[in-house]
């Protein structure tokens, strides 16, 4: 029987011809981080990018971090969830996130970083016997320093951030070597092309990436916050603009339920608790039944056309009306099949005019909920931060001659992509934009290869022996400083 590679030591030398070095690939995002070793298909160490706040027993105690599925999701007692990521995926708690990329790399991949001999309770000194100086223990402690790092960075990051990075692994982890590489830009291997034009639809941001000759062309970086949150609050908009209102209760708060009619009011019994969670702990397990929805009944007009488009008097939207519904059970088990509503919530995403809005409700309900100036979760999109505009903005800003070149290599990644009918939309408006160039769309129909693209980008690049001359080393890091990062990694 074939032995199997364990999942928790980095591949053997033999297996990659040599060429490989153990290196580790680390890609934060705003909703997940991905860790894995260079040269494998898929990371190892998937994480939420979320993570718990517990706070100390007293004024004076120290908070409790909680990282990982299995904590989050854990209704404690006034447990906080936070992102250390902000809207535009960059990093805003540099403290957190490097304990949370630490969790992300040591909870699955390398052994957890030593405690100290003299303090681990096994040493226990016994008259005075214990005395030796442990000076240098904090070099030879670090979690990372027989492993080169390969870290993702989004197109638009600032010099600030990405010494930071260097920062973190060379003195808090003690890296041997480190390289820091764009999204973009390892999307674009990971599609095996070195010219491409990345569309990366995540979680709070869709970016258009140009990428030439295997760099970017930063005059041609555009992105918006039309994605997957925008999509998770245009169902909330809908659920809570149905008659009568929908409730988005979360699992957690459901302790039973009973089986009702499709459209009839759930029938279940609910959890109390003494010191409930934090408010925010409730909106993310609410997210999560928002995610659940995109997967299983959202949907995407093909095309041709917008959805508020058509002809002979009839509109895309009246076509819609007339497809199959799809069935949806909430967790206290009111369910509904969903029609044409299932189209509008992700329209806004191509079309703003669109898109679901505080003003457009209150004037389809004929009522005034609230001042939708006052709504800063639900402000009304431009046309600008729609997709086919940005790419239209994308290309306007880079060199004509290259536009043809990009146009033959669209690649499409993120995990928001992957909704149903995304990339058949994505291509009739590509081709409704520009007729004339050939468009060549590629977006893998593996789930794992869209979701992950930019670390398996990593991973191959990691891997490679020729790409090994390019690492920073520590040697070089200690002679020139954070600042070598803008030099070398461009």
Known sequence: MAATQSTSMPPSNVEY???EISALVLDPGYSSTRAGF?????????????????????????????FGDNSIHNPLPKLEIRNPMSKDSTVEDWDTATKLWEYAVTSRLTNTRPSNPATNGLNDPQNGDLDADMEGMDEREKPLDEHPLLMTEPGW??????????????????CPAYWLARNGVLAAFAGGKASALVIDVGAANVSVTPVHDGLIL?????????????VSQQIRLLLTSSQPAVALTPHYLISSKSAVDAGAPSSATYRTFSTPPHESFRQNEEDRVLTEFKESVVQVWGGPGKLSSGQAG?????????????????PDGWNQVFGAERFKVVEGMFDA???????SLCRSLKTLLMNPAQDPDTPAPQQSQTIPALIQASLSAVDVDVRPHLLGNVVVTGGTSLLYGFTERLNAELLALFPGPRVRLSAPG?????RFASWIGGSILGSLGTFHQMWISKKEYEEHGPNIVEKRCK
């Open 17 to 19: 011809g040599g060429d």
């Open 38 to 66: 260079a040269g494998e298909d898929v990371p190892k160490s998937v994480v939420p990018s979320t993570y718990g706040v517990l706070p100390g027993a007293d004024e004076s105690s120290e908070p409790r971090y909680l």
């Open 157 to 174: 990051a600032t010099g600030k951030s990405r010494e930071k990075g260097i920062q973190i692994a060379m003195e808090d982890w003690g």
């Open 218 to 230: 930063k005059k041609g970086v555009m992105r918006s916050p039309l994605a997957g949150n925008f």
């Open 314 to 330: 009839t509109t895309n939207e009246d076509v819609v009306k007339t497809l199959p519904g799809r069935p949806f059970e909430m």
């Open 353 to 359: 005019k669109m898109a679901l809005t505080v003003l």
């Open 446 to 450: 593996n789930t794992a290869e869209r």
